[in-house]
């Protein structure tokens, strides 16, 4: 395990989490927070909380995935963690809802094939989970608003009422997203840092999880307006439908035990909701930028991870 000697190998993986929680805990209360159904303050706190409690919980489930991608030595950890950090950082600073699950992938793939120890063999669950991640979000979200919308419309007609329980609704369910937003994407913060033998997976999930943390509570207001109206304009119960959509779609994929972006979910959700509506209504535009986002994630990554060990 790490020693104090080794410690500064973890900072890449420490920046890469705040990076993470300020990009994509914008895709849990983003629609909420849009909405005017709840406070900007109240769902960063909320994502924080929920966020490290999934790390704890259910983080170790996807950390074993990453390390069977390819044999890590500490340098190629640090590396991986540095370069999809940084790749992380400038998506963000576009307000590109991107994909750290893809990112760190391709880093560990661009370090593997330095090493020539990338098992590509691997890559091919991964992948067939990241196609089917905005899909999943796309039926489940569409589904949902069809029986949820439905039942709603015939118990509950009083507007104040129905106010009441969107409110409760986006606070439950942006925190079941946030537990498992932690749960999943915690191995592509520090699980490189396992597969290299300098954390456990408890300390790893809890390392992972308080990184995370700190992004959604100090920089994730960019992104989350990008997510909350950019792609399709959404009432409040489309909102609370969006998000149990996207947390549903991750909470699949953390029992499977491939960590998937979350970004891609909560796009898919937002799409499922909006072809409810109207199609017309999607913002073919937003979602032209953020596929071209996430076409580059792994490749970038991939090459900057190539560099800085040639550099080291």
């Known amino acids: 395990m790490v020693g104090v000697n080794g410690m500064w190998k973890i900072l890449s993986g420490v920046v890469l989490g705040w990076s993470l929680g300020a990009n994509d805990s914008a895709n849990i209360f983003g629609t909420g927070v849009t909405t005017g159904t709840v ?19 259910e983080g170790p489930k996807c950390i074993k995935t990453l390390g069977e991608i390819s044999r890590l030595q500490p340098l190629d950890a640090f590396s991986c963690a540095l370069a999809t950090a940084i790749t992380m950082g400038f998506l963000t600073f576009l307000a590109l809802p991107a994909s750290t699950s893809q990112a760190i992938v391709g880093a560990i793939v661009g370090a593997g094939i330095l ?34 919308g439905s039942l709603l419309d015939k118990t509950i ?74 792609i399709a304009p959404l009432d409040p119960f489309s909102g609370v439908i969006a998000v149990i959509a996207e947390a549903l779609t991750l909470h699949i994929f953390t029992q499977i035990g491939v960590p998937v972006s979350s970004s891609q979910a909560i796009v898919g959700a937002v799409v499922g909701v909006g072809l409810v509506g109207d199609v017309r209504t999607v913002s073919h535009k937003m979602l032209a930028r953020i596929a071209v986002g996430w076409l580059l994630t792994p490749i970038s990554a ?6 800085l060990l040639l550099l080291l």
């Open 157 to 230: 007609t009083s507007i104040k009422h129905r106010n009441v329980i969107y409110t409760i609704g986006i606070l439950v369910a942006g925190s079941y997203g946030a537990y498992s937003l932690g749960g999943n994407n915690v191995a592509n913060v520090t699980g490189v840092y396992v597969g290299a033998g300098i954390l456990s997976a408890n300390m790893a999930s809890l390392i992972g999880g308080l990184s995370i943390a700190s992004g959604a509570l100090t920089y994730s207001k960019k992104v989350m307006m990008t997510v909350g109206k950019g």
């Open 115 to 148: 090493s020539g120890t990338a098992e590509f063999s691997k890559l091919y669950k991964i992948v067939l989970c990241w196609i089917f991640t905005p899909v999943g979000g796309i039926i489940l979200a569409f589904i949902l608003h069809k029986l949820l």
């Open 39 to 57: 406070k900007y303050r109240t769902a960063i706190l909320l994502t924080a909380a929920f966020v490290l409690l999934g790390s704890l919980i």
């Open 302 to 307: 991939g090459a900057l991870t190539y560099l």
